[in-house]
């Protein structure tokens, strides 16, 4: 998917998370095993995250990637994995400012 960033006029060939659909930047922070991941949110908060289904085999997680998550909304501390960034996707977002400071660790 192509997104163009608008201050900038330049393309980012990444998927990037949908704000009417809650979608937000994470980092995995510690793998906890059954497809479950404590990860890091980019509005600072700590979940328990789960991988989908559709990812589960597909679509191994470290600590460390940067993700898409999607948090519950019934319970605000769970969220539902949706895609992992490839190291460099991960490196070419945070070189043209995509990714919030808060969890920039690229």
Request: hydrophobic share 40%; net charge positive.
């Amino acid at each position: 998917m192509v997104y163009k960033k608008p201050e900038e006029g330049e393309y980012v060939r990444s998927p990037m998370p949908k704000k009417m659909k809650r979608e937000m930047f994470a980092i995995a922070d510690q793998l906890l095993g059954a497809s479950k991941i404590r990860i890091i949110c980019a509005d600072g908060e700590s979940r328990m995250g789960r991988i989908r289904g559709k990812l589960r085999k597909r679509m191994w997680i470290r600590e460390g990637d940067l993700l898409i998550i999607r948090p519950w909304e019934f319970q605000d501390a769970k969220a539902d994995i949706m895609y992992r960034y490839t190291r460099t996707q991960a490196t070419n977002l945070a070189r043209k400012g995509v990714i919030p400071e808060e969890i920039n660790i690229f």
